[in-house]
């Protein structure tokens, strides 16, 4: 019998799944040279001479943008292909602000343009997914930035007005010429930009929104965009915060804040790598022992599951996606098991997919945290601190 594969003739839920396999799939070298990278900066091999130091930053940011640039392109296909999923709850505008100020830092001073921003009020506060918010924030900061001469005043306006989330830039001197027609001005940008103007574009589309250019006073240039957001009540996100679920970042499974039963003989907490990716294995497996934790390491779920029976770690880093037996069915299994010793291990899922179905996912398996990758040291310190005691402890 023949098999045939095609992202193109598949179905929409096929098309999403392929998306999400294809970005996990390019997140996994990325989290090997991100890991690396980060390591070398912390010193665990040693310290590095300035230059080198130097070298090292200018690779993570390279491959961070990398990663942006991926991320963006896949949410482009989910959309396309009818996967957009968005998981509103209450968020700041301001704070989405920040975030997005900070992800177009570099090419605002690389063009030296100041970017000022305002929300009215200050404490505005909408039902969003802030994700998504953030990506259109971030776009819309880039679409404003790359069609300015280099210098001036960028402005980003946000206000809320009548069920509509409006958010208007307006450039000052060294504005694109204003006689240009907005065709022109678009089509410049999409060859400048063209997955952050695709997908800015299809992210206003999914909110029900709108995208104009133009739409300023004469001698002026500007961007609008409105999107269907409503306000939570009494415009401040703490009020709005309060007697509602918190969000966490991860899911307790009950024995998340002490050692696993049956730990105690241990001098050191033992943490088990399930993954692949012998590169990433190696660099994790080099910090945590750094820290003073003994290691393990899986390289599929059958035998992630075994080591989980007899070693009875205190934490396990789960990768989604593996041979044999997958991580999530690995998951299930030791969360199944008769023997409280495994069934209780912390379980740390990790993922390239990067969407919330796929958290949701992990965290129904019995996931106690999910990880996004590519991960930093950042993120493993955290995974340390709300799991395991200190290893000297």
């Not at 999923?85 to 030296?112: G, I, K, W």
Request: hydrophobic fraction near 45%; charged fraction near 20%.
């Amino acid at each position: 019998m023949q098999a045939s594969f095609s992202f193109l003739e598949g179905t929409a839920a096929e098309k999403i799944e392929f998306l999400g396999s294809m970005g996990h799939e390019l997140r996994n070298p990325l989290a090997n040279v991100i890991a690396q990278v980060e390591t070398l900066l912390a010193g665990v091999y040693g310290p590095l001479p300035s230059a080198q130091e130097n070298a090292m930053a200018a690779i993570r940011d390279s491959t961070q943008k990398m990663l942006r640039l991926i991320t963006d392109l896949v949410d482009v296909g989910r959309i396309e292909a009818g996967g957009a999923q968005l998981a509103p709850m209450p968020c700041q505008v301001r704070e989405c602000c920040e975030n997005s100020m900070a992800d177009v830092e570099v090419l605002a001073r690389s063009r030296s343009i100041q970017v000022v921003t305002e929300v009215q009020p200050r404490d505005l506060g909408v039902m969003a997914d802030a994700r998504r918010l953030e990506q259109i924030i971030t776009e819309l900061l880039a679409a404003g930035l790359l069609t300015m001469k280099t210098g001036g005043l960028l402005r980003l306006a946000i206000t809320h007005d009548e069920g509509w989330l409006v958010l208007q830039t307006q450039s000052g001197a060294g504005q694109a010429a204003v006689q240009d027609a907005p065709a022109q001005i678009l089509g410049r940008l999409g060859k400048i930009r063209p997955i952050g103007l695709a997908l800015l574009q299809k992210l206003v589309k999914v909110h029900g929104g709108t995208f104009v250019l133009n739409e300023m006073p004469e001698q002026e240039f500007g961007m609008c965009i409105r999107v269907a957001l409503s306000k939570t009540g009494g415009g401040s996100v703490a009020e709005a915060l309060a007697g509602e679920p918190e969000a966490p970042v991860s899911v307790e499974s009950g024995a998340a804040s002490a050692p696993a039963p049956g730990s105690g003989a241990r001098k050191r907490p033992l943490i088990l790598i399930a993954d692949d990716q012998p590169a990433l294995i190696a660099v994790t497996r080099n910090y945590f022992e750094s820290l003073g934790f003994e290691v393990e390491t899986a390289q599929d779920g059958s035998e992630a599951v075994s080591q989980a029976c007899t070693l009875h770690p205190d934490l396990i880093l789960m990768d989604v996606r593996m041979p044999v037996v997958d991580g999530l069915s690995a998951i299930r299994e030791i969360r199944s098991s008769a023997d409280p010793r495994t069934r209780d291990i912390a379980i740390v899922s990790l993922s390239g997919h990067a969407t919330a179905s796929d958290k949701e996912r992990c965290l129904a398996a019995g996931a106690s945290a999910y990880l996004n990758k590519p991960f930093g040291i950042r993120e493993l310190d955290r995974i340390i601190s709300e799991f395991l005691r200190p290893a000297g402890g």
